[in-house]
C-alpha cells in the first residue's frame, strides 16, 4: 500500500512540474533596481530594488533577486544609487480650493521681493481686461532677501493696468486703486464681516490693506472673476503636478469651501478620464446649504439623502483608495473655528460656546459613525473642546472612530495626554515655518521655542501628520515642513524651534508618511516600502539623510510612482512623464512661472 501511495506521489509531482514548465512566467509590471531605498518597514529597513504589481508592491531586496521577477514586458528604471522613500502624504492641505490656480502668480519659494514685484508687473501686461493679477497666499515676507511686505505703493505701481489682489496667509489682503474701486472698498459692497479692519493712511483715506480673518479674504475672492468648467480641470491638474513634483503621492482634501459633490467636478473630470495623479481622500463641510440648521446638519443631509457616501467609500473605478470619503472637516461650525494669525493675539472662543456647540455637533456625527477633524490652533480653545468630547465620549462613545484635532501649534501636555485617551490624532503644519518669525514678534522667542512641543508630540504616543495647510498659508511644498523639523530654522534662517524640540529625519519622515496614512486608516497599507503596500514611491534629487539639514529644504522628485505609475519625472527621467495639456487660459501665469519658483 505504502507503494501505491509513493507511485501515486511522484506521477502527481512529475506532472505537476511538466504543467508549470508549460506555463509562461508572468513578469513585474515595474522594477526600480540600484536604489538606496529607506522601506520604513522594520523586518527589511534597507533594500536596493523593488517590483510592482498591480498597483502593489510585491518584492523588495536586492537587484539581483528583483531583476530575477521581469519579463519582455517590465518596465526597468535604473534609479543611478539615489534615495528612493515612500510616497509622502499631505494629511492637511486644500487642493479643490485652488479651483482658479492656473489665474494665480505663485509667489511660493520666490528668494526676494524685488523679483516678486516684477513677476506682478510682467503678468499685468498679460492678463486680459475683465480679468485680476492675483497672489492669494503660499509666501511669506520672511522667505524674502528684504525681510518685509510689500508696500501698499510698490503693489500699486507695479500693478496700475488691472485691479490686484495679494493675499498674504489668512491676515492680510493688498487691493491697488482699481482692486479698491471693483470690490467697493467702504461701501455696502463690501464685506465686512467681523474681525476685518480697512487700514487708512494719514489723511484718512483708505489704502487697500485689509486686515482680518479667513471668512473675509474667502468672501473677498468669491467677488472675483471665477474659472470656467474647463479652467478648473486644468487648476487642478497643475496643482496636482505641483504636488507629484515634490513627491507628494496622497493628500487629504481638508475641506472644499464648494463641497461634495457639486464642489468636485473637476476631480470628478479627472477621475472619469483616469487622469488623477494622486490618490485624493477627502473630507467635507456642509458649507453653504442655508437650509439646515448648522453644518453639521447640512453634511448629514448631503451624504446620507443627496449625495450617498459612506465613510471610507471610494468612488475611483480604477485605483485602490483613489477617491475616498473620509468624514467631516476641518470645521464643525463657524461660530467655533479659532482663526490662527500670528501676526494678532490668539484668537480666544468663549469657553460655553465652545463647549455647547462641540457637544452638539460631535454627538450628532458620533452617532452617525462619521468621522471627524476640528480645527483648533490655541491650547485656549483645545481645552473646552476636549471637555466637551470627554463628555459625549461617556454617553455616546468614540468607540475607535478616528477624530483629529487639526494644527494644535500650542497644545500643552495635559492636553495632548487627554487626545491620547480619547484615541485622536494631531495633524501638525509647518505655519511656524513660515510665519515663525511673526509669532517671535507677536509673542516672544521663548515661547515660539516651544511651538509646537515636537519632542512632546513625537513622545506622546498619540498618532501624529505633518502637513503643509497649503496653498494660502504655505505652498504645498512638504520639504519645507522637514527641514524645520529637523534643523529648527524658518524660511528666513531664524532658529525657532529649541535643538530639544526638534525631530531625527527619521521620525520627522514618518509624519509625512506612516503618520500621515492613519488618518484615512490606511497605514497597513501606505508609507512603507513592502510587499502588499501600494505602490506608491519617490526618487529624490539628494540624499534625504545625507545631504546638510540645510538643504533639505532644497530637494525635489526625481521620479514619483503612484499606483506603480510615472506621474512624474525629471532629469534622465523626465521623458516617463505624461506630458500636461498648456494651462488654460492661454494667459496663465502658470504658463510663465510654474507653481513653485524657478520651476519653469
Known amino acids: 500500500m505504502k507503494k501505491i501511495a509513493a507511485l501515486l506521489m511522484a506521477t502527481v509531482f512529475a506532472f505537476t512540474l511538466k504543467a508549470q514548465s508549460n506555463e509562461p512566467f508572468v513578469g513585474a509590471d515595474l522594477i526600480v533596481y540600484n536604489a538606496k531605498i529607506t522601506t520604513q518597514s522594520l523586518p527589511q529597513p534597507e533594500a536596493s530594488a523593488l517590483a510592482v504589481k498591480g498597483g502593489r508592491i510585491y518584492a523588495v531586496g536586492s537587484d539581483t533577486e528583483i531583476l530575477s521577477l521581469k519579463d519582455n514586458r517590465t518596465q526597468l528604471i535604473n534609479a543611478d544609487g539615489k534615495r528612493l522613500i515612500p510616497g509622502l502624504e ?149 496643482v496636482i503636478d505641483y504636488l507629484n513634483r515634490f513627491g507628494v503621492t496622497s493628500v487629504i482634501d481638508a475641506t472644499s469651501v464648494v463641497g461634495y459633490p457639486e464642489g468636485h467636478a473637476p476631480l470628478q473630470a479627472l477621475v472619469n478620464s483616469n487622469q488623477l495623479n494622486i490618490r485624493f481622500p477627502f473630507v467635507d463641510l456642509g458649507f453653504g446649504d442655508y437650509s439646515s440648521k448648522t453644518w453639521v446638519d447640512a453634511e448629514i443631509k448631503r451624504i446620507t439623502k443627496l449625495a450617498p457616501i459612506s465613510p471610507g467609500q471610494n468612488l475611483h473605478p480604477n485605483m485602490e483608495h483613489g477617491y475616498e470619503y473620509e468624514g467631516m472637516g476641518e470645521a464643525l461650525r463657524g461660530e467655533i473655528h479659532d482663526h490662527e494669525n500670528f501676526d494678532k493675539p490668539a484668537y480666544i472662543i468663549d469657553k460655553d460656546m465652545m463647549n455647547q456647540y462641540a457637544e452638539e455637533d460631535v454627538r450628532k456625527l458620533i452617532e452617525k459613525r462619521i468621522p471627524f477633524r476640528m480645527h483648533i490652533s490655541y491650547n485656549e480653545n483645545i481645552t473646552p473642546f476636549l471637555d466637551a468630547l470627554e463628555k459625549v465620549n461617556k454617553t455616546t462613545p468614540i468607540d475607535g472612530m478616528r477624530w483629529s484635532i487639526e494644527h494644535a501649534e500650542t497644545i500643552t501636555p495635559e492636553n495632548m495626554e487627554r487626545v491620547r485617551k480619547l484615541g485622536g490624532g494631531i495633524a501638525l503644519d509647518d505655519k511656524m515655518a513660515l510665519h515663525g518669525d511673526g509669532f517671535i514678534k507677536t509673542y516672544g522667542k521663548e515661547k515660539a521655542l516651544y511651538t509646537p512641543r515636537l519632542r512632546d508630540l513625537m513622545n506622546s504616543g498619540i498618532p501624529l ?111 516617463l512623464t505624461p506630458k500636461l495639456p498648456e494651462p488654460i487660459p492661454f494667459w496663465s501665469p502658470i504658463k510663465y512661472y510654474g507653481g513653485y519658483y524657478n520651476e519653469k
Do not use: C
Open 90 to 238: 499631505d494629511a492637511h492641505i486644500h487642493p479643490l480650493n485652488e479651483r482658479n490656480f492656473t489665474y494665480k502668480v505663485r509667489w511660493d519659494g520666490v528668494p526676494t521681493l524685488k523679483r516678486a514685484l516684477e513677476m506682478l508687473s510682467e503678468q499685468a501686461q498679460r492678463t486680459p481686461e475683465g480679468q485680476w493679477v492675483k497672489v492669494t497666499g503660499g509666501w511669506s515676507p520672511y522667505q524674502f532677501k528684504e525681510q518685509r511686505q510689500p508696500t501698499i505703493e510698490e503693489l500699486n505701481k507695479a500693478v496700475s493696468n488691472r485691479p490686484l489682489f495679494v493675499q498674504y496667509a489668512y491676515n492680510r489682503v493688498y487691493l491697488n486703486k482699481l482692486g479698491m474701486k471693483e470690490l467697493g472698498l467702504g461701501t455696502d459692497k463690501f464685506p465686512m464681516l467681523p474681525g476685518t479692519e480697512l487700514l487708512k493712511d494719514k489723511k484718512g483715506n483708505y489704502t487697500g490693506v485689509v486686515d482680518g480673518y479667513t471668512f473675509t479674504f474667502l468672501a473677498m475672492e468669491a467677488m472675483l472673476p471665477q474659472p470656467t468648467a474647463e479652467e478648473q480641470v486644468s487648476s487642478l491638474t497643475y
Open 465 to 575: 501628520a505633518m502637513t503643509s495647510d497649503g496653498f494660502r498659508v504655505s505652498p504645498g511644498n512638504p520639504w519645507i515642513a522637514l527641514s524645520w523639523a529637523v534643523t529648527g530654522k524658518s524660511v528666513s534662517g531664524s532658529v525657532v524651534l529649541a535643538e530639544d524640540n526638534r525631530l531625527t529625519r527619521e521620525e520627522a519622515l514618518r509624519m509625512y508618511t506612516v503618520g500621515a496614512a492613519w488618518f484615512e486608516h490606511h497605514e497597513n497599507e501606505k508609507g512603507k516600502i513592502a510587499p502588499g503596500n501600494l505602490a506608491d514611491f519617490v526618487l529624490l534629487s539628494a540624499d534625504y539623510f545625507t545631504v546638510p539639514e540645510d538643504e533639505i529644504k532644497n530637494i525635489t522628485s526625481l521620479l514619483t510612482i503612484v499606483d506603480g505609475r510615472v506621474v512624474f519625472g525629471a532629469g534622465k527621467y523626465s521623458n
